[in-house]
């Protein structure tokens, strides 16, 4: 019998491509059933949305011209054109990974494999369908609260329920995280990507960090029965190399520190 396929946790991107072809949403197109919060959410949106341009833009984190775009979008979240979600979400993580790079094999792997953690949709799979929008897993909606928590409980009831048996890696940075709250006893993969200093102490990397996770998932697709002792031998295109004395258990978590050589 095949090995289960991996869960790879993933944030999405402030970026997204615009337009799209597909149906607007609808309750019941995506792969995980959260539509009553995501109804509850788009209403909280809508809300929010015919609020001055003072309490838009703090709440959507931008101003001028691209707050005008964002409130445009957001109000129309459920009439407007969608993408599929790795064609919708972009930036550097998303292309590094460049999807459409992978083999046949690899995309099916990927589309099976990778949960996305959504401020506004909670957690969507690359194929399911969505519309330009623009909210923060951090934002707080004056309806419900700041979004990471509203979205914890369900949002993690419903990943447990579908990795069950599967390795679960955890890519997400903290504002995405903090909706992520597996049961103690729930084993996870935690990558963390240091760079070593002059004195040999470990830093965390911030700058490419994004960059270095899609180059993992790539590598995850492609060799989906890894294990992080596997990250040992890979020639990470950045140098990284996984990193024994490095990592540690906490819990049941594995935090998996990829050493730059």
Do not use: C
């Amino acid at each position: 019998m095949a090995a289960p396929l991996p869960l790879i946790l993933l944030p999405p991107s402030e970026g997204k491509a615009l337009g799209g072809t597909g149906a607007a949403w609808t309750p019941g197109a995506m792969a995980i059933d959260l539509d009553d919060q995501r109804r509850t959410l788009i209403a909280a949106l809508a809300g929010a949305m015919r609020g001055t341009e003072a309490e838009r833009a703090k709440l959507l984190g931008v101003s001028g011209r691209t707050l005008a775009d964002a409130s445009a979008a957001d109000r129309r979240v459920t009439k407007s054109p969608t993408l599929p979600a790795i064609e919708r979400y972009t930036g550097v993580l998303y292309d590094t990974l460049d999807h459409l790079s992978l083999t046949r094999a690899q995309r099916t792997r990927l589309g099976a494999s990778v949960v996305i953690v959504s401020g506004l949709w909670g957690a969507v799979m690359p194929g399911d369908p969505v519309p330009a929008y623009r909210l923060k897993m951090s934002a707080t909606l004056p309806a419900l609260g700041k979004l990471s928590s509203w979205w914890r409980e369900p949002l993690t009831a419903a990943v447990v329920e579908l990795a069950r048996d599967r390795p679960v890696w955890n890519l997400l940075p903290k504002e995405h995280d903090a909706a992520w709250g597996p049961p103690a006893d729930r084993d996870q993969y935690v990558v963390r990507f240091f760079d070593r200093q002059r004195d040999g102490s470990l830093v965390a990397v911030s700058h490419d960090n994004k960059s270095l996770k899609g180059a993992l998932v790539r590598y995850l697709v492609a060799h989906p029965n890894a294990q992080p002792a596997d990250l040992a031998a890979w020639e990470h295109p950045a140098r990284y190399r996984y990193s024994k004395r490095a990592s540690g258990r906490d819990g049941a978590t594995t935090v998996v520190a990829m050493v730059r050589r």
